[in-house]
């Protein structure tokens, strides 16, 4: 599987927006990139995902690089409901379609 | 959109006794759902594969006659942590791959469980 490298930790400012970066230089073609987030004590929530072009829906903006091997996340507005661990996920090739979480991203919004 | 049930939320329960985790999918029908463990401060670790009718996939290190896994429909996938002990103390979230292709997974709201 793809591996996944992320910040341990990051804090922005409520209002502003928050880019999460994630890199996964040994993606594969057919490999999409999930975006998950947890917060305290729940399941991991679906945010966004994609494979090569960027992507946008109701709760965030994936940015993925033309070589692939890096995306960003972007929360536009962040609040403080967004503080969470946001995990970066490239899916397994194999036909198992497991995802396997790496560290993650402790995101913090400030008042 | 596609929803996960799980449950207990949370358990206490002897040293020795045994658990059972259900994770239900409501509103459509899952072939392959995951069991993950969660240790505080620590990511989530995928235990096992389970997939409806037939034996479940787990994985390196993990236990699979302590952690059973039943997956008997398309709807329910269950969890057992057979004599339980206090390291089995944990967050256990269960998922559920909803459909073909790029399609999301749903994850449960997650048991936790206490051995006492």
């Known amino acids: 599987d793809a591996k996944t490298t992320q910040p341990p930790s990051m804090d922005c400012a409520e209002g502003r927006a928050a880019n999460l970066p994630c890199n996964h230089s040994?993606?594969?073609?057919?490999?999409?990139v999930y975006w998950y987030r947890q917060i305290h004590s729940q399941g991991p929530q679906y945010i966004i995902h994609?494979?090569?072009n960027n992507e946008t829906n109701e709760m965030a903006s994936l940015i993925i690089t033309e070589d692939r091997k890096s995306s960003t996340l972007i929360l536009p507005h962040a609040t403080l409901r967004d503080t969470a661990v946001y995990y970066c996920?490239?899916?397994?090739?194999?036909?198992?379609?497991?995802?396997?979480f790496g560290s993650g991203t402790r995101l913090l919004v400030r008042p | 959109g596609a929803v996960v049930s799980q449950h207990p939320s949370r358990v206490i329960c002897k040293s020795g006794t045994s658990v059972k985790i259900e994770c239900r999918s409501l509103?459509?029908?899952?072939?392959?759902m995951f069991w993950y463990r969660q240790f505080p401060k620590q990511s989530l670790m995928l235990m096992a594969t389970?997939?409806?009718?037939?034996?479940?996939?787990?994985e390196q290190g993990v236990e699979k006659d302590k952690f059973l896994i039943n997956h008997a429909s398309l709807t329910l996938s269950t969890l057992t942590v057979t004599s339980a002990h206090p390291e089995d103390s944990s967050f256990y979230i269960c998922?559920?791959?909803?459909?073909?292709?790029?399609?999301?997974?749903?994850f449960g709201s997650g048991t936790r469980l206490t051995v006492v």
């Open positions: 040994t993606i594969s073609g057919n490999e999409y």
């Open positions: 996920i490239v899916r397994a090739q194999d036909s198992s379609y497991k995802l396997i």
């Open positions: 994609g494979l090569k």
């Open positions: 509103d459509f029908q899952a072939t392959t």
């Open positions: 998922s559920a791959k909803t459909g073909q292709g790029a399609d999301g997974y749903t």
């Open positions: 389970s997939n409806e009718g037939s034996k479940a996939t787990y």
